[in-house]
């Protein structure tokens, strides 16, 4: 009857899926195209997150979309991964080879980041033949136990462990840390930028530093841009900015278009090391699924022709521009950011809360940053036009404002 129960599916949501966190943001979705989002009311929201990383061409994007329809006509999965030939897997493999530089040249498909993230740990291990891993103070690698153990925060590790033992964290751009670095190091994986650390960036001599140090050891050197690849951060890969390669490449979220794919990427004979001492001794099912594959490069060839990654260097100056004079409402510690990775940093917790809160109400969905509450993230959708970032604006002054009050 009406009024007993005015939203079933909300109390379905809080009943039956398994809950995350005391307060979701619980938007009930109708439908999502571009830059925006619209709830069961038709109340629309402006998308400012892009689903944490994810929408970078938008959400729902019509060349996505027709690619996905195209693949599922013709096959869903077939096969466990890397038995049978399928050509979104290596269409889109090959894509990323002529992309990235080289000899960054073999693929590995995955269905998350973690997942790669757990590959590309793997990899190294079983290529160098040590160790200890080595990561940073702030990263985040996501949420299986291998990324965990090397996710550089205490209050996430604790209730799990033990985790993986022979794990060492440094500091996120502390060079003269660095010489932990040693021979018996098989990996050190970092976030170029790092995300959920709160949007943190290295000085430019860090990753320089950081790769000269591997080379001297034979550590290899993992670069996760599952958040800060695909052309985010005004460069295709955020490790572009600096000119340093590494020897494996981890790429999750935007790599998708929307649907669900991770890889890794690596040199032939680092990547060869999966297939024998034992062959099959990392496998998936679903990994590099033919209509994620499919999705992925119908997004990556519309990212390169429309030159997003440029869009994203200029839009964000500009977005930071904008951010930066709200400095004078009060309130606003600092804007820091590269490309449309913004880290909107406030004076202190409750007022971030209370931000985020009033954006919402106001048709703005913002990210927050897992590692520090006082710091919002911004990464719209690189297609975003310019009018939506002023009306995007205009819902964080008027929230900084009132918030502040
Ligand atoms: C830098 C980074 N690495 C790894 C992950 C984990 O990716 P997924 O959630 O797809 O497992 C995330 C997720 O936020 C991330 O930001």
């Known amino acids: 009857m009406r009024g ?13 899926v398994c809950q995350t966190s005391a307060e979701p943001m619980g938007v009930e979705v109708e439908r999502a195209d571009g830059c925006r989002i619209t709830d069961r009311s038709g109340k629309t929201y ?24 195209d693949q599922a006509a013709r096959y869903l999965h077939v096969m466990v991964y890397g038995e ?9 493999a090959k894509r990323l080879a002529e992309l990235v530089s080289p000899p960054l040249s073999v693929t590995y498909f995955t269905n998350s980041g973690t997942e790669a993230v757990e590959g590309a740990l793997k990899t190294a291990k ?32 604790k209730p799990f462990r033990p985790l993986l033992p022979n794990v060492k964290f440094l500091p996120f751009n502390g060079i003269k840390h660095l010489k932990a670095i040693d021979r018996h190091t098989a990996a050190v994986i970092v976030e170029p930028i790092q995300g959920e650390g709160g949007v943190n960036i290295p000085d430019d001599d860090f990753l320089p530093k950081l790769r000269e140090r591997c080379d001297e050891t ?18 295709l890969f955020a490790c572009q900015h600096w000119n340093v390669l590494p020897d494996i490449l981890v790429l999750a ?17 680092i990547m060869k090391t999966l297939s024998i001492d034992p062959p099959l001794s990392h496998v998936t099912t679903f990994g590099g699924h033919p209509v994620s594959c499919a999705a992925g490069l119908a997004a990556l060839d519309f990212l390169i022709e429309n030159k997003l990654p440029d869009r994203a260097e200029r839009l964000g100056r500009y977005m930071m521009n904008q951010l930066k004079k709200l400095s004078q409402i009060g309130g606003v510690k600092e804007v820091r950011g590269k490309g449309l990775l913004i880290g909107f940093e406030l004076k202190n917790a ?23 509450n006082t710091v919002v993230r911004l990464a719209p959708p690189l297609v975003m036009s310019e009018d939506e970032i002023n009306k995007g604006i205009e819902i964080i002054r008027a929230a900084l404002m009132k918030a502040a009050s």
């Not at 689903?51 to 060349?63: E, L």
């Not at 049978?84 to 889109?92: D, G, N």
């Not at 409750?350 to 897992?370: D, H, K, M, N, P």
Request: aromatic share 10%; glycine share 14%; with cysteine.
């Open 4 to 16: 007993e129960n005015p939203n079933p599916l909300k109390d379905d949501f809080l009943r039956y």
């Open 46 to 69: 402006l998308d400012f997150i892009s689903g944490i990383g994810v929408a970078n061409i938008g959400h729902a994007h019509p060349a996505v979309v027709k690619a996905v329809a």
């Open 84 to 92: 049978f030939i399928q050509e979104p897997q290596v269409r889109l």
């Open 126 to 157: 079983k290529y160098t033949r040590r160790k200890t891993l080595i990561a940073f103070k702030g990263g985040f690698h996501g949420d299986t136990q291998g990324s965990l153990s090397v996710t550089g925060r205490d209050v996430y590790q």
């Open 218 to 235: 034979g550590a290899l050197l993992i670069f996760d841009e599952v958040m800060t690849g695909m052309g985010r951060t005004g460069r």
């Open 253 to 269: 979220k935007a790599l998708g278009g929307g649907m669900p794919l991770g890889a890794f990427i690596g040199r032939p004979e």
């Open 350 to 372: 409750q007022l971030t809360e209370r931000f985020v809160s009033y954006c919402r109400e106001a048709g703005l969905i913002l990210g927050w940053t897992l590692h520090s």
